[in-house]
């Protein structure tokens, strides 16, 4: 029978897989914070398209003044600015640097709220 076997073939080496931790490993405070920016930057898009909409006003970031006048290209860059963030978080996370992780994460949702609540106001005074 082993003479049936082709020696000849390199042996397959197997190494050691990268450990990588559960995602629940991380608890929910970042998960949270990208819901929550997430959330922020939906109630920026939808406050801002509508008070454009009624009159309430001209947007405030004047990078965002060409973009805000259609509501699409408004909604897509809402949804890039979050997903670009979240990455950002996580890719901090995976290399170790979770302190930094999470305060991108506060300091972005943190713009966010000041961000919603002008928008608040704004429509709140219409």
């Not at 930057?41 to 009159?55: E, M, P, R």
Request: charged share 15%; net charge positive; glycine share 8%.
């Amino acid at each position: 029978m082993a003479a049936d076997v082709d020696w000849s073939l390199r042996p397959i080496e197997v190494g050691q897989a990268e450990f990588r931790a559960p995602a629940h490993a991380r608890g929910v405070l970042l998960p949270s914070l990208y819901v929550s920016l997430a959330g922020l930057n939906a109630f920026d898009a939808y406050t801002t398209a509508k008070g454009l909409q009624t009159g309430a006003g001209t947007e405030a970031n004047g990078m965002m003044r060409g973009v805000a006048r259609n509501p699409a290209a408004l909604w897509a860059v809402k949804s890039s600015v979050t997903a670009v963030s979240i990455v950002a978080a996580e890719r901090m996370w995976r290399t170790h640097n979770r302190a930094g992780a999470i305060a991108t994460m506060i300091v972005s949702n943190g713009v966010m709220v000041a961000v919603a609540a002008n928008n608040a106001r704004t429509l709140a005074g219409r």
